[in-house]
Structure formats: C-alpha cells, structure tokens
C-alpha cells in the first residue's frame, strides 16, 4: 500500500511519517530537503529560482513515485506529488514568483505525469493553522526556513483547503493545532487508531 502525508511547511509531516512508519512496521519515504540543490536559493531569492525548484521536485517525485509502485511493501511518503503542481507552483504564480510561460510549462509537464500515476491508497492531511506553523519552523531551526513569508505560508494554506475539499481518495484530516502527536502519546495513539479504522475497519478516530 501507499500511504502519504500531505500538509503545509512546518505541520509534521516528516515527524508524523516517521512515528507511523514505525509504529505499523512501514517503510518511510521522505521529502528530499537536506541534499536539494535549490533550497537555500529559491528561500534568498524566491522569483529567480521558484521554477528549478518546482521542476526538481515534480522530477524527484515522480521517480518516488513510480519507485513505491513496484514496491511490495507498504509506503509511507512525506508528501505528496499533487501537492507541488495543485499547491505550490500556483502559489508561487500568484505571488509573481513564477512567470506564466514558466507556469504553463511547468503545469504542462505535471499534466503528463499525473496521467501515468494514481492517488495514495490513503492520504493523511496535517491542517494547522500559520501560526503553528511558525512556532514549528522555528523549532526545527532550518537556517534557509527564517526568511519564509508569512503571505506566502497562508496562500499555501488556502490552497491545501481547496485541494483538500475536492479530494476524491480516502482521507483523514488531522487538526494540527489540536493533536500535538509528537508530544502527546495519546494524541499519537488517536492518529493511529484513526489510520487502522480508515484501513483495516478498526477504531475510529473522535474528535
């Protein structure tokens, strides 16, 4: 099976892939952050760099893709292909950091890609709100994060709202302002039972 975590930049994903891979016994798949050559520059100087970055991650998840597809064992990924092209590249458009040629090419390519790949057999979304956001980006202390703005976070988090409504897969929403799963076993414990009920029929999650 394919599992993937979908949620906005400092929501847990990876710490939430993590504890899921090793409470079911699952293997992990995470985001390429610590070796992505674009990063620290698209973060310095957003407009000149938002379409390398974009096309490096529709190509890396692509290949991740494709690769948890001629898995036989069941994938947890931290995020999602369909977030870059639906969440962040028209983000970056409508904030002027990606040009319209760029975009349409950009949309164009993703547009190829998506026809050869199907939806996660269940996809978890972290919802938080900014400033929890915030509070965990500057937890985790990631020199090239300091600089994200604030208007660029909550377009992304509108996005996702949107993306998430007209979501046709299985899903579970997490309130991530509300389940502090990294502190609070119980709250873990929740996450997980709600993942067994959603999968196997056991347990469901109450809010």
Known sequence: MHI?????IGSGKTTLTKMLARNFGWQPH???????????DFYKDMKRWAFNLQ???????????????RSSNTV??????????????PNLHDLGMMSD???????????????????PDLLIYIRSSVPTLIEHIERRGRNFEQS?????????????????????????VI???????LND???FSMIADAVDSELYGLFPMHE
């Open 76 to 89: 947890v990924q931290d995020r999602t292909i369909f977030e870059d092209a639906c969440i962040f590249a």
């Open 30 to 40: 995470f985001e390429p952050v610590d070796n992505n050559p674009y990063l620290d």
């Open 148 to 172: 994200i703005r604030i208007d660029y976070l909550k377009g992304l988090n509108v996005r996702y709202e949107n993306w998430i409504k007209d979501y046709k897969g299985r899903l579970i």
């Open 185 to 187: 076993r119980k709250a």
């Open 55 to 69: 096309v490096y991650f529709l190509n890396k998840r692509f290949k991740d893709v494709v690769e948890i597809s």
């Open 175 to 181: 309130d991530g302002d509300k389940y502090d799963f």
């Open 4 to 8: 993937a975590i979908a949620g906005n």
């Open 101 to 119: 040629r760029d975009f349409k090419n950009y949309s164009d390519l993703f547009s190829l890609m998506v026809s050869l790949v199907k939806l």
